[in-house]
């Protein structure tokens, strides 16, 4: 008579049927009925193409890249219409997700490397803009008055040839070759004030 072998459940590995891996949904995906088994299949499967796609094609930052396919996949979860070919949307969303990517990147400006040093960020570049000031005042000072009351009123006060005009109490012909000869009579004063001599 053949004795039975007793299977202890809790030592025998073969007595315990393993959990099947879930498969990533292949083919049409309906994002509404999507299970987050599914979800993580999907995600496990394309990880590594959707951080190629951003790493080294759009030479996104690995770390920005991770959360951008995090973005990716909550836009799938959020999208109502059925997906034919899942693959080729996550492609296409990352591609997408990219470029906005470097679009907020293109909007920032970045700051300037001694930013923790600078009391006042305007402050950035003030040694320029006090030079420029005073060579202006300097070049408005070699000018004869009716040239400097048109330069003023024109391209400070920002007033029309036809204002220009009237304030002088004289023609608008006249008042546009007035602005031409002063500015170019400003200019000429300008390269002779900053031209270096050698």
Known sequence: MLEHESFDVSTNAAAVPAAAPVAAPSGAVDPRSITPDQVEALYIE????????????????????????QEVFLSLLQTCARI????????????????????????????????????????????????????????????????????????????????????????NRYAEKLIHNCLRRAREIYRSITTVQR
């Not at 394309?46 to 396919?69: G, P, Q, S, Y």
């Not at 006090?130 to 009351?149: D, N």
């Not at 204002?163 to 004289?170: I, N, S």
């Open 84 to 171: 034919e070919n899942v693959r080729a949307w996550l492609v296409a969303a990352m591609c997408n997700a990219s470029r906005y990517y470097w679009r907020v990147q293109g909007r920032t400006e970045q700051l300037p490397e001694d930013f923790g040093e600078l009391s006042d960020p305007d402050s950035n570049g003030l040694p320029e803009r006090f030079a420029m000031q005073m060579t202006m005042q300097k070049v408005l000072a070699y000018l004869q008055p009716r040239c400097r009351e048109t330069l003023r009123l024109h391209y400070f006060e920002g007033r029309s040839a036809p204002d220009v005009a009237r304030e002088l109490d004289t023609t």
């Open 46 to 69: 394309h990880r590594h193409l959707l951080l190629f796609i951003a790493c080294r094609k759009f030479r996104v930052v690995e770390a920005d890249a991770e959360n951008l396919i």
